[in-house]
């Protein structure tokens, strides 16, 4: 019988499987993780080219030699999804940084919507669709979301009347306001609606933000070898990309 080469083995490496890399690795174990996919560099985001990513995303290469392709309902034809991406990091790479919490209704929206009577009123069409309430609730995930602000350094204000309520403040101030925001929001406040700074998974370290990506290289960078991860990132073509501990 051959011997054992580690203590987990994880497939995958994007936001769940490097954090689970991390967090192992720390507590001792031997980690063996498995990408089916290049592992990038920072030269990898250099390219600036809206025509190659954006508008012909359907000739990069992940998207001919391993298309992924996605539907909302069985009854649907499912199309290419172009987006998806298989590489150390997963579809964290294309993380936007959003990193607001669900609000305490959101758990509870077959009692609020359904049996309220309010998609009804609303002549809302559900056919094909099961909802039930979540058998947890906000506060039981709140020390989750608290840990996740404060390991990813999440930027925010907070502000939003309809949220849940917080233990901890976000780690950071909120993000630099650009001048569509401030446009947004003076825009707002004409017509009497309330904005707030919701959480953003991007550093405004200068530094830090010399990562291209920004926060979305932190599944990586947290599941670093020299934890107890391995990693093997196997290659598009042909090869294996070995990172020892």
């Not at 498995?34 to 080219?49: I, K, Q």
């Not at 391993?66 to 069985?74: K, R, S």
């Not at 650009?178 to 953003?200: I, N, P, V």
Request: aromatic fraction near 12%; include cysteine; charged fraction near 20%.
């Amino acid at each position: 019988m051959a011997e054992p080469i580690a203590d987990v083995c994880l497939v995958g490496t994007g936001a769940v499987g490097g954090i689970l890399a991390k967090e192992l690795g720390s507590a001792g174990l031997k980690v063996i993780a498995f990408e089916r996919g290049a592992s990038l560099t920072l030269e990898d985001y250099a390219v600036r080219d809206a025509i190659r990513f954006i508008t012909r995303s359907a000739l990069a290469d992940w998207a001919r030699h391993d298309a992924v392709t996605f539907c909302n309902l069985p009854s649907e034809r499912a199309v290419p999804r172009f987006t998806t991406i298989n590489a150390v990091g997963g579809q964290m790479l294309h993380w936007t940084g959003q990193a607001a919490r669900f609000m305490p209704g959101d758990f509870k929206v077959f009692t609020r919507e359904i049996d309220s009577g309010v998609a009804e009123r609303a002549k809302a069409d559900l056919t094909g669709y099961e909802i039930s309430d979540w058998p947890i609730d906000y506060d039981d995930l709140e020390p989750y979301y608290e840990r996740f602000e404060w390991e990813f350094d999440v930027s925010g204000g907070g502000g939003n009347p309809f949220a849940g309520q917080r233990k901890r403040g976000y780690p950071l101030p909120p993000l630099r306001r650009s001048a569509k925001m401030e446009l947004f929001d003076a825009g707002c406040k004409k017509l009497g609606y309330h904005t707030y700074e919701s959480g953003a998974g991007i550093c405004r370290n200068p530094i830090a933000n010399l990562f291209v990506v920004g926060a979305s290289v932190l599944p990586t960078l947290m599941g670093l070898p020299g934890h107890g991860y391995d990693l093997r990132a196997f290659l598009p073509y042909g090869g294996i990309h070995h990172a020892p501990a």
